[in-house]
């Protein structure tokens, strides 16, 4: 089917790229790209996601530093670790784990740590650059999310698309992306009327909600793209066994047939939320010498 965005293999040769880079800067400046992970608890997904980005760190041949601290910490301890973090010349990017447990403020948290470090792009002078066009880091997951629409469908000056989703971490950033990119965006969020008829205008569709399979053939142009964000766990009988499986915002199987593009769940923007976090390692990493940024796109 060719209408699959693979964001598997696309990730692939992503982080194929960011190895090449790490290499250089290694042979250039002696320098080390390091990127160095915070997980405040033992929430199980989390756990998963920090030993994941561990080890595709150091398979791209950069250093990672984990950090496991318990659910107790008190703000002072992790705020002195990710000043301690800040000065250190061997990390280059610094992630914290969210969720925090409730006693710490996710805000002041990620305000602590240098901007430069900010590789998850969450910081509030990060996401003021990005919101006035300005050199800053990017959140990882919109990012993947444009390589891939870029990738597919090259210039994306003067399509129309509708982000459904208004979150800090995925649609408000991927709308402030497609903008910068000249295309024509409407957010949509739980409050918009109609969003059926405004998705259906669309040439671009982010789904970045968190609602199974809500997305149908109804709501989508015929030869649209459509990038699906959305990660829910659902129970489905499978062959008469009830199984959990994964699915997206989008109903999959309703896209087949219909549009020009469409990323699957699991496999699609998933695989490039973690490439794209060793992306902006390297081009902290980058900065930090005063070399030009990396070229992704
Ligand atoms: P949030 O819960 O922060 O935001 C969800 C957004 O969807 C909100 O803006 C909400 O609107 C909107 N929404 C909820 N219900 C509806 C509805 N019925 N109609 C229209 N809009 C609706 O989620 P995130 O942005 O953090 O994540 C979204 C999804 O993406 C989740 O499934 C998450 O797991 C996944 N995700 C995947 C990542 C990846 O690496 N692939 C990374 C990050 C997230 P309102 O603001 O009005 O409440």
Same mark, same amino acid.
Request: proline share 5%; hydrophobic share 40%; charged share 20%.
């Given at each position: 089917?060719?209408?699959?965005?693979?964001?598997?293999?696309?990730?692939?040769?992503l982080?194929?790229?960011?190895?090449?880079?790490?290499?250089? $800067?290694?042979? +250039?400046?002696?320098?080390?790209?390091?990127?160095?992970?915070?997980?405040?608890?033992?929430?199980?997904? &989390?756990?998963?996601?920090?030993r994941?980005?561990?080890?595709?760190?150091?398979?791209?041949?950069? /250093?990672?530093?984990?950090?496991?601290?318990?659910?107790s910490?008190?703000?002072?301890?992790?705020?002195?670790?990710?000043k301690?973090?800040?000065?250190?010349?061997?990390? *280059?990017?610094?992630?914290?784990?969210?969720?925090?447990?409730? *006693?710490?403020? %996710?805000?002041?948290?990620?305000?602590?740590?240098?901007?430069? +470090?900010?590789?998850?792009?969450?910081?509030?002078? /990060?996401?003021?650059?990005?919101?006035?066009?300005?050199?800053?880091? $990017?959140?990882?997951?919109?990012? =993947?999310?444009?390589?891939l629409?870029?990738d597919?469908?090259?210039?994306l000056?003067?399509?129309?698309?509708?982000?459904?989703?208004?979150? /800090?971490?995925? =649609?408000?950033?991927?709308?402030?992306?497609l903008?910068?990119?000249?295309?024509?965006?409407t957010?949509?969020?739980?409050?918009?009327? /109609? #969003?059926?008829?405004?998705?259906?205008?669309?040439? $671009?569709?982010?789904?970045?909600? =968190?609602?199974p399979?809500?997305?149908k053939k %109804?709501?989508?142009? +015929?030869?649209?793209?459509?990038?699906?964000?959305? #990660?829910?766990?659902?129970?489905? +009988?499978?062959?008469?066994? %009830?199984?959990?499986?994964l699915?997206?915002?989008?109903?999959?199987?309703?896209?087949?047939?219909?549009?020009?593009?469409?990323?699957?769940?699991?496999?699609?923007?998933?695989?490039?939320?973690?490439?794209?976090?060793?992306?902006?390692?390297v081009?902290?990493?980058?900065? &930090?010498?005063?070399?030009s940024?990396?070229e992704?796109?």
């Amino acid at each position: 089917m060719n209408e699959i965005i693979d964001g598997k293999k696309f990730s692939q040769a992503l982080r194929y790229k960011v190895k090449n880079y790490v290499q250089v $800067i290694k042979e +250039k400046k002696g320098v080390t790209p390091g990127l160095a992970v915070i997980l405040v608890g033992e929430d199980p997904a &989390s756990q998963v996601y920090v030993r994941n980005k561990g080890k595709q760190t150091l398979e791209a041949g950069m /250093n990672s530093y984990e950090h496991k601290l318990d659910a107790s910490t008190p703000s002072e301890v992790l705020l002195g670790l990710i000043k301690n973090l800040n000065r250190d010349p061997n990390v *280059h990017g610094i992630l914290c784990q969210l969720p925090l447990p409730n *006693h710490l403020n %996710e805000k002041e948290v990620i305000n602590a740590i240098n901007p430069e +470090k900010d590789v998850d792009g969450f910081h509030i002078s /990060n996401v003021g650059l990005l919101n006035t066009g300005q050199k800053s880091m $990017i959140p990882c997951t919109p990012l =993947g999310c444009l390589l891939l629409l870029k990738d597919r469908l090259g210039d994306l000056s003067g399509k129309k698309a509708v982000i459904v989703g208004r979150s /800090n971490i995925v =649609g408000k950033p991927m709308a402030n992306l497609l903008l910068q990119e000249n295309c024509t965006v409407t957010i949509t969020h739980s409050r918009t009327e /109609n #969003i059926e008829n405004t998705c259906a205008q669309a040439d $671009i569709i982010v789904a970045a909600i =968190g609602k199974p399979e809500m997305i149908k053939k %109804e709501w989508v142009k +015929k030869g649209a793209t459509v990038i699906d964000v959305g #990660i829910n766990r659902v129970t489905k +009988k499978i062959e008469s066994n %009830e199984k959990t499986v994964l699915v997206g915002d989008v109903c999959f199987s309703d896209m087949v047939g219909l549009v020009a593009g469409v990323t699957p769940v699991p496999g699609g923007v998933g695989p490039m939320t973690i490439a794209c976090l060793l992306a902006n390692t390297v081009t902290a990493c980058y900065r &930090s010498q005063d070399l030009s940024d990396p070229e992704f796109t």
